[in-house]
Nanobody, 119 residues
Framework: QVQLVESGGGMVQAGDSLRLSCAAS????????MGWFRQAPGKEREFVAS????????IYDDSVKGRFTISIDNAKNTVYLQMNSLKPEDTAVYYC????????????WGQGTQVTVSS
């Protein structure tokens, strides 16, 4: 079955950077979209960024545009989220997810990795 394993979270100060990784396995991901989501305490899960498995076009939430970059290494079956200029409001559990490009909903999710940004 599909496995998505996130890593790279941690505790940093405002202005610092972190790079999250999502190792994907269990299927051929050609034709799929890879996404990053986050959920802060007491809030609903929200979209952060997505990218096509083949690379190219990526989409970002306005709150992270210009600070976060999503990328993919097809050879390593790994998706990255480079997070720069972190703010306390970026504190959340970050999840990796995947969906087929022709499907609306993300059906496979990782277990999440905690990112905590102190002021």
């Amino acid at each position: 079955q599909v496995q998505l394993v996130e890593s790279g979270g941690g505790m940093v100060q405002a202005g610092d950077s972190l790079r999250l990784s999502c190792a994907a396995s269990g299927r051929t991901f050609s034709g799929y979209i890879m996404g990053w989501f986050r959920q802060a305490p007491g809030k609903e899960r929200e979209f952060v960024a997505s990218i096509r498995w083949s690379g190219g076009s990526s989409i970002y939430d306005d709150s992270v545009k210009g600070r976060f970059t999503i990328s993919i290494d097809n050879a390593k079956n790994t998706v990255y989220l480079q997070m720069n200029s972190l703010k306390p409001e970026d504190t959340a559990v970050y999840y990796c997810a995947t969906r087929h490009a022709l499907v609306i909903s993300y059906l496979d999710w990782g277990q999440g990795t905690q990112v905590t940004v102190s002021s």
